[in-house]
Structures are given as C-alpha cells and as structure tokens.
Nanobody, 123 residues
Framework: QVQLVESGGGLVQAGGSLRLSCAASGRTSSSTAMGWFRQAPGKEREFVATISWSGSIKYYADSVKGRFIISRDNAKNTMYLRMNSLKPEDTAVYHC????????????????WGQGTQVTVSS
C-alpha cells in the first residue's frame, strides 16, 4: 500500500500563502488519484481538493476554490497544495490520501490517514 507523508504546514498571517507537499512511497494500481483533506478544531474532516493521476481532472471545495491550487509531479511521487489568500478558517490539520478516483472525495470512505501537517492562520 502507498505510504503518504505531509509537510509544509506552519503559522501564517491571514492573506499569506503556504505550499503543502504530500510525498508518496510504495506502489499503487487502482488508487492513483490523490486528494487533500483537512480537519479543523472541533469539526469533522472535510474534502479540500482532489486531482486525477494525469492531473487533467481536479475538484475543489467551494470554500477554497479560487484560492487553492492542487498539482502533482508523478516523477517525484509528490502532490502539492498551494494555498493563497489564507483565512483564519483555513486553520486545520491537512491530510492527503490516495483516492479511487478524483470524484470519490468523501473522507468517510477512507480509513487510513497519516499524521497530517498543521496549518494555522492568524488574523
């Protein structure tokens, strides 16, 4: 199974930017799409953005559309999330995961999660 490690989180002021990375190791066959999810304090984990293996299909949550950009570099087995115009409500632990497809982004359908990376946005 694929092992995923998130990095790039930190503390940033509102309006700032961060780039998260998700490094994958191991091999995958059917679960080639990837996605970013987040869990804010006191809230359930939610979908943020997903990307197909080729990068041709992308989905964004309404709350981040226009501000976040998902991308991947398959040669490096790494997925990225560029987060611009950050808001305090973006504060959360961000997780990545391998998906069955880019459209299959319900976090409740996935049962294996890494440690994630903390993003804190101050006002």
């Amino acid at each position: 199974q694929v092992q995923l490690v998130e990095s790039g989180g930190g503390l940033v002021q509102a309006g700032g930017s961060l780039r998260l990375s998700c490094a994958a190791s191991g091999r995958t066959s059917s679960s080639t799409a990837m996605g970013w999810f987040r869990q804010a304090p006191g809230k359930e984990r939610e979908f943020v953005a997903t990307i197909s293996w080729s990068g041709s299909i992308k989905y964004y949550a309404d709350s981040v559309k226009g501000r976040f950009i998902i991308s991947r570099d398959n040669a490096k087995n790494t997925m990225y999330l560029r987060m611009n115009s950050l808001k305090p409500e973006d504060t959360a632990v961000y997780h990545c995961n391998a998906l069955n497809s880019a459209s299959d982004y319900d976090p409740k359908r996935y049962h294996y999660w890494g440690q994630g990376t903390q993003v804190t946005v101050s006002s």
